[in-house]
């Protein structure tokens, strides 16, 4: 369950504050459900995304809600500003800091279990007054049920003076009944429709506490709460009402099938990508996306209602970029993509990176030739070719003083499938073997698929292989779990190359 | 008054042009032949859906910062501390999605549009101008560029347009340069850019990224997608079309060579040595009288001046306003010279459906002076299109117009174009495109810049039942096709080959292919849509919607 921070509201500037904070809470919790939902694209586990799709269609109904009781009350909702987006991981907005902490991360039903349900938990009044009382806490219902009160009560002070609050511009109420529902989306011009629009946010998010399914009147479908929504992915089963009149999650199955969704490596930052890859791009152009939705939807509440048509196109590019991000791994970390990070791209960060056109210019590099000291190129290329299966491109060849004296080029291909994958570049500059053998230094790695198969290979061909106290094999794991294993080989001058199998996950 | 004219700002940075590739096969429009393999990448000799299959076909400016003014004076600078709009940006829409790169037919590739582009002058958070970006098509491609790439990594092209319903917001600003483009440019302002060496490598960071320079000032007086003035023609293969102004208040040339020169994969010219413009002096035997020298030591002529060079005349004028232009190298080879006559149309790409006409403007010059009392021949001409099959430019008889037109005292023309029905002679693909060639009586179109040149689609014609009372098999062929042409959309968002998922989303499905066709948000991104098969399409989304109960639900809750 969600606690957020015990606020007072004295004043009608601290009720605005009030509702601003409930705005951002709101969109809080929309790029965890996404990004879960994103993960989901084309995986056949539509059942889930459905449920995803529906809570989060909701959320932008309670935001949109938020504004229009902000706008009511003579505020002005604030949506186009980095501040506006939490940080994530980390506590929702008006949340106290010891609370859930909410990830953007891949579907997983744990997550739903223990992160999107209690977000949406209801209140359980027992133990919940044991809470607030130690932590100077409350719930999200208790928050709306303090907003709903504080409008009464600013209402009724304002009307002994034959005042309103209800001072804000109508103009800037905003329906959108090609979406939303004109009973669920409507103009905030009074109290009882300030406080209905209220109970619809908690009705649709909690539940009535007598009924997990919403209140007719605060829907559009016959549906659950969020909370127990979600639920039916964790049952994996949807909530149906019984012929007994009580409820079970036996309807139709919203199964889990892990086997199609890509591993996102959780909580992107694109500062976390290299400026000079896709996932940078991609992110850059995914958050550039976001912004620019944000700032619409700020144009949307601040008295241009019809730009709610331009947030919707926006809303579907982000799935667009959200499933390039998906589909591109993330640098540097085998085995994961890079996914959506909803982060604030300010206009200036657009353009102020310097041009990576130039990077690209001067160093795009094809392939890469390794050059190789060799004392006798004839020796070496025998070895080359003949024991590890390199074919010479001769026109490359500088065979100098006719006996591949000082300063001859024997320039050497590794074939796989008719493309070419390593090429070396043995150079005649030294006059005898390196000795002692170096032992650091420049080491290329031959990444095979079966180590064992090409060391007894090796020691049958009796290539100089490097042992440490006896162990031929040697093996790494990474920080996050993944092992390859390698042995060193030397070459006939005592050029030093590893052969590695890649990255087996052993956790 | 263009972007050649002062007061103007250059421009430069890269790029993002995302096109969605498995169209670019005019077969792959056959449903009855495609195959799950068009949606895929190319791999090695097999082409499948050609090198960008999941394109979104966004079109947006990246890292493109102001790098100089000139002002209405002709005096220039490149320090921001001369002027504060030398630290600004150039954006699109920061808040609405991105213009969209549209081919006009999937065998008329070379005319590539820019629709829905905002176009925003920025510093930092604050917007100093906002505006729309008049649907334009780039011209002058020239595929020779950058010759030691491949694919369309080798080519360059320039777009000009004008920007429209300008927001200004210039009240605290300090710059002189804006209150100067404010000042003459209000309404309207001319922009042209070069865009080249395009990153096609999927495996790049810079895939789908391109390098762009370009200017803008302000528009009046002249057609919006050229410029009126001194065209100079190539005289060997390895440069392009140029084309310079003579600026009368300034008494100069002003010359732009961005998309003329062939350079380097990293984007230096190929031979960076100083030329010379010259002018042929008709009263000594033409010879060239130089005017000045094109200084392509500058590291800054192209990505600062973004390629326009101002040469002044002084007592020069009255020669240069009587004699063509040449560009001369070190050797005094000639590598452009100004073309006598020239003709060329404003807007030259057009969509038409059955019974519809649109009209083209020409504009004659001779030495930048209107040539007026000249015939311009036209004639059908399918010789740039393809690939084919299907067979392009026929039947004829669906287009009608004038063989030729006189050219009035000012040295303009125009020509309706009525189209009719073509009758489907393509089968899978819609419609038909035809080519219209131009040019003056007195000189052949071979002779020309092939670029002048008219493109027009004419969709074919659906009966008015089927358009009144469609059914799903009706739509069904067409919305199988842009299910397989547009894979990002068909797995990303919606599989519009899906009865089920056509009408559950029938509302928003209804909104982006009602919306106006230069909205961003249009469907299909491609415009490729007919008038008729638009409304059928409409009408079957409105049948659906009043089968359905009101509010119906899935629509807000598929975000």
Known sequence: MIFLKQISINTIEE??????????????????????????????????????????????????????????????????????IPKYPGPLPGGVDTGLIVPL???????????????????????????????????????????????????????????????????????????????????????????????????????TGTDPFVNPDDSAVEEPAHYYR????????????DSSGGYSYSG????????????????????????NSLAYQYSKLFNFTYTSLLNCLHLAFNGQPEKMDDAMGLMFSLRLYAGKLLATPYPNCPG???????????????????????????????????????????????????LLGFTEDERYRINAGGNFGNESYVQLNLLKGGQNIVTLGLYKDISQPFAPAPQNGTVPSFIVEDIETTLKIFQKEKIKIDSQDGQIIVSNTSDQGYVDRFFFFRDPDNNSFVIRENMTYTN | MSYLNSPRLTFSGLFQADPSTVNNDPTHFNNETFKPSFQKMQEGKNANGWWNPEG????????????????????????????????????????????????????????????????????????????DYEVASFTNIWMSRAPALSGDTTAAAIYQSVLKNIHWDIDNSDSRFLKELYLLGRYQLSIQFTVDLYDMDHTSPQFTIGRITGSIAPQYSEPSFFTIGRPLFPQTSKVNYANAIVDLEQKAVVLDLANSFPVNPDGNLLNNSNLSLAVLDSSDNNKPIEIGVIDFQDPGWYSVKSGIMSFPLADKLELVENNPLIILDQNNNVLLKESLEYVCADKFVFYLNPGESCEVEFYATSLGKPLGNRTIELQLNASQFGPTPPQVGWPESALSFPETVTLDDAGKAKVTIIAGDPGNPRGYIDGQVYGIAYNLSTDLFSNCNPSNFISILVFDKVPEDKIANPTWDDIQPIMQQYANLYPLMSKGIFNLADKEVVDANAEILKFVFGKDKTDP????????????????????????????????SVTFKKL
């Open chain 2, 56 to 131: 979104t076909g966004n079109w947006r400016f990246l890292n493109c910062e102001v790098k100089s003014v000139t002002y209405l004076d002709g005096t220039s600078t490149t320090n921001e501390a001369d002027d504060p709009v030398l630290s600004m940006s150039i954006m699109d829409s920061g808040t609405k999605v991105a213009g969209k790169i549209v081919d006009l037919d999937t065998q008329q590739q070379m005319v590539s549009a820019l629709w829905g582009l905002v176009v925003r002058l920025v510093s930092g958070e604050k917007e100093i101008l906002k505006a």
């Open chain 2, 521 to 552: 948000n249009y469907m299909p991104a491609t415009r490729d849509l007919s008038r008729d098969k638009s409304a059928m399409i409409l009408n079957y989304l409105n049948s659906v919607l009043n089968q359905a109960a009101p509010n119906d």
């Open chain 1, 105 to 207: 991360e891949k579907f997983s039903v744990e997550l739903v279990s223990d992160v999107f349900m209690s977000i949406e938990e209801p209140e359980k009044p027992i133990h919940i007054n044991a809470l607030t009382g130690a932590e100077g806490s409350m719930t999200i219902g208790q928050f709306y049920q303090k907003i709903s009160e504080k409008l009464i009560f600013f209402e009724k002070e304002a009307e002994k003076s034959g005042q309103t609050i209800f001072t804000g511009d109508p103009d800037k109420q905003l329906i959108y009944p090609k979406f939303f529902p004109e009973k669920l989306l409507y103009p905030i011009k009074g109290l009882d429709a300030a406080l209905n629009a209220i109970t619809i946010i908690v009705d649709q998010g909690e539940g």
């Open chain 1, 15 to 84: 009720l605005r504050t009030a509702i601003q904070t409930a705005i951002e809470l709101e969109h809080s919790t929309i790029p965890p459900y996404l990004t879960a939902n994103f993960t989901l694209s084309n995986t056949g586990n539509d059942a889930i995304s459905n449920v995803i799709s529906s809570v989060v269609g909701e959320e932008m109904l309670h935001l949109s809600i938020a504004c229009n009781l902000l706008n009511a009350i003579g505020g002005s909702p604030i949506l186009n500003q980095p501040e506006f």
């Open chain 1, 230 to 241: 979600f639920q039916e992915i964790v049952k994996g089963k949807s909530l149906v009402r």
């Open chain 1, 336 to 386: 994961y993509v890079a996914g959506p990070s909803f982060e604030f791209v300010a206009n200036e960060e657009v353009p102020k990176e310097g041009n990576p056109f130039m990077e690209k210019a001067f160093f795009k590099a094809n392939s890469l030739v390794t050059k190789i000291s060799v004392s006798d190129i004839e020796k070496s290329k025998d070895f080359y070719v003949n």
């Open chain 1, 252 to 275: 139709s199955p919203v199964a889990f099938d892990p086997k199609s969704v890509p591993n996102m490596k959780a909580n992107p930052k694109m500062a976390d990508f290299p400026v």
